[in-house]
C-alpha cells in the first residue's frame, strides 16, 4: 500500500509544482483585495462576487482542460480541424459561458444579498456590469493559459489532469480580481444603465446560440454545463455571503484578505485535480464506480491530503511573508500558519469526500465526470473553503 501511495506521489508531481505556483501566484490577487478596502466599502456587495468571480473561470475552463486531458489519454485529441475541431468548440462554448454565467451570477448575487439581509447593497446593474465585463475580460486570459497548457502538455508529455486545474486556478486568481476592479470602475459612469441591458440581451443571445448550435460539442456542454454551473454559482456566492458578513474583522486585519483568494483556490485546485484525475481513470476503467474507495482511489486521497500539508504550509509563510512586506496588519506569523494549516486540513477532508462521491453520482447518473465533476466539487469547496477559513480564524484564536 505504502509502494502504491508513492507511485502516486510521484505520478503527481506536476500537481505539487502546479499548485505552489498557484499558490504564489494567488498572493496577487490577495494582495489586489487587501489593497481595495475602500472600493469593498464603497460598493457594498462586491465581495459577495469575489469567490463566485474566481470559481467561475476554475469551473468552466478546468472542465474545459480536464475534457481536453480526457481526449488526450483517450487518442482523440487533435488541435486541427477548423471548427469542427475539439479545441475550437470548446474554446467558443467557454467564452459564451463565461458571458451568460457573468450576467446570471448578478442576479442571482443581488438575490442571494436579499435573502440573506445583506444591506445596502449595489444596484442589479451595477452587479450586472462588474460581474459580466469582469468575467469576459478574465476569460480571455484563462483560455489563453489554458490552451497554452494543453499545448506544452502534448509537446512534453505531462498529465493535462495534474496540471491544468492548478494552472486554470493561478490564472483565475491572478486575472478575476483585477477584471473585477476594472469593471467596477465603471459603476456610476454615464455608460453603466445602458451596458447592463446590452450585456443581458447579449447573453440571452448568445445562450440561445450555444444550446441550439449546429456544433454537437457546443451544444452537449452548454446543454449540459449551463446548469450545474447556476447551481455552482448558488454556492460559490453563498460562499461569498460568509465572508461579506466578516467584512469588518478583515478590513482591520487585511493580511487575512490576501490569504483568502489562495486559500479558496488550494482548495478547490485541490479538489479538481483529484476529481479530473478520478474522471480520467473512470474512462479507463482503473477505477470503478463503488460506494466505498478502492485502492486507486484511496491511494489518490493520500496523495492529495500529502500535497495539501504541503501547500496549505507554504501558502501561510507566503502570505504571512508579502503581508510583512506590504504593510498590511494582520496576526502572528504562528496564528497565520494556524489558520493556514487547520483551515486546509479541514477543507482537504471536505475535498476528497465530495471529489469522489461527487464524481461517483455523476458517473452513476450516465452523465460525463469531466463536465460535471469539477463544477459540483470546486463550488462545494468554496462554500466550505469559506466556512472552515471563518472557523480556523476563530480556532487559531485571531478573533
Do not use: C
Request: charged share 10%.
Amino acid at each position: 500500500m505504502i509502494f502504491s501511495w508513492l507511485r502516486e506521489l510521484g505520478a503527481a508531481r506536476s500537481a505539487l509544482v502546479a499548485l505552489l505556483l498557484a499558490a504564489m501566484t494567488s498572493l496577487v490577487a490577495g494582495f489586489v483585495l487587501a489593497s481595495i478596502t475602500g472600493e469593498l466599502q464603497k460598493l457594498p456587495g462586491l465581495l459577495i462576487l469575489v469567490p463566485a468571480a474566481i470559481a467561475v473561470k476554475g469551473n468552466i475552463f478546468g472542465a474545459l482542460g480536464s475534457r481536453l486531458g480526457t481526449a488526450i489519454h483517450m487518442g482523440t485529441f487533435s488541435f486541427s480541424g477548423g471548427r469542427e475541431s475539439i479545441v475550437v468548440q470548446n474554446a467558443l462554448v467557454a467564452i459564451a459561458l463565461s458571458l451568460t454565467l457573468g450576467v446570471v451570477l448578478a442576479l442571482l448575487a443581488k438575490a442571494v444579498a436579499v435573502a440573506f439581509g445583506v444591506s445596502p447593497t449595489m444596484t442589479l446593474a451595477d452587479f450586472i456590469v462588474v460581474s459580466a465585463v469582469g468575467g469576459l475580460i478574465s476569460a480571455v486570459f484563462v483560455l489563453l493559459i489554458t490552451l497554452v497548457s494543453t499545448a506544452f502538455a502534448v509537446r512534453f508529455g505531462w498529465d493535462l489532469d495534474n496540471v491544468v486545474a492548478p494552472l486554470v486556478t493561478a490564472t483565475a486568481d491572478v486575472v478575476s480580481l483585477p477584471a473585477l476592479v476594472i469593471s467596477a470602475g465603471l459603476v456610476g459612469s454615464f455608460a453603466d444603465p445602458w451596458l447592463a441591458w446590452v450585456l443581458a440581451v447579449l447573453a440571452v443571445l448568445v445562450t440561445g446560440w450555444a444550446l441550439n448550435s449546429r456544433l454537437l460539442n457546443v451544444r452537449r456542454i452548454a446543454r449540459e454545463s449551463l446548469p450545474v454551473l447556476a447551481v455552482a454559482g448558488i454556492f460559490d456566492l453563498v460562499a461569498g455571503i460568509t465572508v461579506e458578513k466578516r467584512l469588518d474583522g478583515f478590513l482591520e486585519l487585511p493580511m487575512l484578505l490576501l490569504l483568502l483568494p489562495g486559500y479558496l483556490g488550494t482548495a478547490g485546485a485541490l479538489g479538481g485535480v483529484m476529481s479530473s484525475r478520478l474522471s480520467t481513470k473512470l474512462h479507463l476503467g482503473v477505477v470503478r464506480p463503488v460506494s466505498f474507495p478502492q485502492k486507486e482511489a484511496r491511494s489518490e486521497m493520500v496523495v492529495i491530503f500529502l500535497l495539501s500539508i504541503i501547500v496549505f504550509t507554504a501558502l501561510g509563510s507566503m502570505a504571512f511573508g508579502a503581508g510583512l512586506l506590504a504593510g498590511f496588519a494582520g496576526p502572528g506569523y504562528v496564528q497565520m500558519l494556524g489558520v493556514a494549516i487547520l483551515g486546509g486540513l479541514m477543507a482537504t477532508m471536505i475535498v476528497e469526500i465530495v471529489a469522489y462521491y461527487g464524481t461517483l453520482v455523476v458517473v452513476r447518473f450516465g452523465l460525463d465526470p469531466d463536465t460535471y465533476g469539477i463544477p459540483i466539487v470546486t463550488s462545494m469547496l468554496d462554500f466550505a473553503g469559506a466556512s472552515t477559513f471563518i472557523m480556523a480564524i476563530v480556532a487559531a484564536g485571531v478573533v
